[in-house]
């Protein structure tokens, strides 16, 4: 913690940590939902982010120039319909590391890793297999399972996972490198989470995908629990695709249209395969109609449809704000949050008998911190609730912790270990 005092888990030390935050008059920018008249303690932002109170006036002037100009608005709106996808891209590229021209918002995560996967899984006899982290995201593990199917393999022979070793409940890398290491001929494709959704566990990307290229494989990254949570160089790192939401740490809604990168070296390859449609047509003669697809030069060319404006419109009301933070100070905060929540488990531990065990591991993680309950089944989750706090709970007993810098303050963290502390 970046603190000259000791610090202690009191209401005033919270508080005192708050008054130095750079980034305090961002909690004011967004909706909290209520508990007893007061802001719950939201630690779920790894599930659904809250709602910028910007967000409404974004859909609004879209709603408006519908209903004034009807079709028209694709060119006569105020944020012309025609190419809205372009509003997003700049700020969102800078969020991840990537060129503009390398991403773009699209679909929905499952949707993009299909899209992303038609082009850069291509399993021929001799290398077809998939390498991921065990108890990956069911929705990977089902994308995964059904690319090397469509393709003719049997996915208990293509699908090598990596598990955490006897006892563990996060990977070891070695155990990553040594999987690709030992699978090189047979390599097609590297698939894993940035971070892994139940452990926080945050992985080298950029080692990983020089081992993978090393192997002669594709790297390619699932970022939902790390896009707008980590400080990710998805270009310098030389990765080849990568696809996120933008509903959790990106506070873009329910739902809301997702992300996709493909790195420069493949944009000029026009004969990559994919499915295509009209939106990753050539711009300049899209509207000509002609018979043969011409191929956008940039990662828009995996868009299949028109831009849905209206969840772009909430997705670029908080890109703006991403935009005027940066990247560095949210990762900033974002450590001393999580360096204070697990100070303040470890205060718990000391009165309560050491029953809660963090397993996400200190040097490699964002903003989720992920406890194990010791003898706390799902009565301690609901209990939480009914207190004014949300976090997230897997069976059997892991309650999943993000406090999130955008919005959450070192009081939350606080006042979490107290009612935590108080069910115990
Ligand atoms: C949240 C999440 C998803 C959700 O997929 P959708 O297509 O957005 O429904 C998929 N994979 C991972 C790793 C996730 O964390």
Redo the contacts with the bound molecule.
């Keep these: 913690m970046t603190t000259l005092t000791e610090p202690e888990n009191t209401l005033e030390y919270s508080r005192s940590l708050d008054a130095k935050d750079k980034l305090k008059s961002y909690r004011d920018k967004f909706f909290f939902p209520q508990h007893n008249g007061q802001d719950v303690v939201y630690f779920t932002g790894n599930s659904l982010g809250l709602q910028p109170k910007t967000t409404a006036s974004y859909i609004q002037q879209e709603l408006n120039d519908w209903a004034r100009f009807g079709v028209e608005g694709h060119f006569l709106a105020k944020n012309p319909w025609m190419a809205y996808h372009e509003f997003l891209t700049e700020k969102m590229a800078k969020v991840v590391g990537a060129l503009p021209k390398e991403t773009v918002m699209m679909n ?4 993009n890793l299909h899209l992303l996967m038609v082009s850069f899984y291509r399993p021929t006899k001799q290398r077809y297999k998939i390498l991921c982290e065990a108890k ?2 069911p ?2 593990q089902y994308a995964l399972q059904s690319q090397i199917k469509f393709h003719g393999f049997n996915p208990d022979d293509a699908m090598i996972e990596v598990h955490p070793r006897e006892g563990e409940y996060t990977i070891n890398e070695e155990d990553i490198f040594s999987a690709i290491e030992k699978n090189k001929d047979s390599l097609a494709l590297v698939m894993i ?1 940035g971070v892994n ?1 139940f452990s926080g566990q945050v992985f080298d990307m950029k080692a990983i995908t020089l081992a993978g290229h090393k192997a002669g494989a594709i790297v390619g990254f ?1 970022l ?2 790390a896009a707008g949570n980590l400080k990710l160089e998805l270009h310098d790192w030389n990765v080849d695709f990568a696809a996120w ?1 933008s509903y ?1 740490y990106l506070n873009s809604g329910p739902g809301s249209v ?1 992300g996709a990168f493909v790195h420069e070296k493949h944009l000029s390859n026009v004969d990559l395969p994919l499915f295509a449609g009209w939106w990753g047509h050539d711009k300049q003669t899209r509207f000509l109609m002609g018979k043969t697809f011409v191929p956008m030069q940039t990662a828009e060319r995996w868009q299949i449809s028109n831009a849905p404006v209206f969840s772009m419109a909430a997705c670029r009301a908080s890109l703006d704000i991403f935009d005027e933070v940066g990247m560095d100070a949210l990762v900033e905060k974002s450590k001393n949050l999580a360096a204070y929540l697990e100070f303040v488990i470890g205060e718990i531990n000391k009165e309560k008998n050491n029953c809660l065990r963090i397993i996400t591991p200190v040097l490699n993680r964002g903003c989720q911190i992920s406890i194990v309950a010791h003898g706390f089944g799902k009565p301690l989750f609901s209990k939480l609730i009914e207190n004014g706090v949300i976090p997230d709970w897997r069976e059997p007993n892991v309650i999943r912790c993000a406090p999130v810098p955008l919005y959450n303050s070192f009081e939350d963290i606080h006042r979490f270990s107290t009612i935590l502390s108080s069910l115990i």
């Design positions: 929905q995560l499952t949707v990956a995201f929705s990977d989470g959704f699932d939902a629990h939401c959790k997702a």
